[in-house]
């Protein structure tokens, strides 16, 4: 019996997401502390993979990134370290999610289908059909390709964004000091509204220029693709 893969998002989620967000909550000495708090982020990565391995899907791409981004962002986070290396620590994270777009096509499971072609709202079945031909199937999984490097590209500029507004904050500060407290949570927020919000408009242009490339490639409308659509119109001119 085939085994049911699992969702890539649920796989980056637990594998990257939820072990950022523990390092980020967890690391505070009223709380377990950066070392206990790097041993648990760690677990969930290292215990995802087992659970893979064991469960005979082999290597799991998403617990190895887990596990590189958890040592490397947790490790720095050991350190009491200046304004520099904590900027690079906050352009860390962003760079591993891009990174993980064009290579999660190597697993057979591009995050680039989960993130702009999510099935409540593309009609699947019907793109999946009208990609009749194997010029078409090739040209789609191209369209697909450039569209991970596209997702590579938003968050490459997340992460020269992170490491910009880092130094700005932190730069006249002492390490461990209130204010250098007070400002990362400052950068906490601000990073929100200064990278989250162009980054939500950079990846809306991305899957508007999606649609209209599936829409040259297959000839469906917009109406016929998105799970809404009820026109025919397109299928009565290839008729």
């Not at 677990?43 to 391995?53: A, K, R």
């Not at 200046?82 to 057979?108: C, D, M, Q």
């Not at 009208?130 to 997702?151: N, V």
């Not at 209209?212 to 009820?230: A, C, K, P």
Request: hydrophobic share 50%; aromatic share 10%; glycine share 10%.
């Amino acid at each position: 019996m085939t085994q049911k893969q699992p969702h890539p998002l649920l796989d980056l989620a637990l594998t990257v997401i939820l072990p950022s967000i523990a390092l980020e909550k967890l690391s505070a000495p009223d709380r377990l502390g950066p070392l206990w708090a790097l041993v648990v982020a760690l677990l969930l990565p290292l215990g995802f993979g087992i659970w893979c391995y064991l469960n005979k899907r082999g290597l799991n791409f998403f617990s190895i990134l887990g596990l590189v981004a958890v040592i490397v962002t947790g490790g720095l986070g050991l350190l009491n370290l200046n304004a520099t290396w904590f900027a690079v620590k906050e352009a860390l994270f962003p760079i591993f999610l891009g990174v993980a777009f064009p290579l999660s096509h190597r697993w057979g499971k591009p995050l680039v289908n989960e993130m702009l072609l999510n099935p409540q709202v593309i009609n699947l079945p019907a793109l999946h059909q009208a990609l009749d031909t194997p010029e078409k199937h090739h040209e789609f999984a191209g369209l697909l390709k450039r569209a991970s490097w596209g997702m590579a590209g938003t968050f490459v500029f997340s992460a020269a964004a992170n490491f910009a507004l880092a130094l700005y904050l932190l730069g006249d500060k002492a390490p461990g000091s209130q204010e250098y407290t007070k400002a990362i949570g400052r950068l906490n927020w601000s990073g929100f509204i200064v990278i989250g919000l162009p980054l939500m408009g950079v990846t809306l242009a991305l899957l508007l220029w999606l649609l209209r490339s599936i829409t040259r490639i297959t000839g469906l409308e917009r109406d016929d693709l998105l799970n809404q659509g009820t026109t025919v119109r397109s299928q009565v001119n290839n008729g």
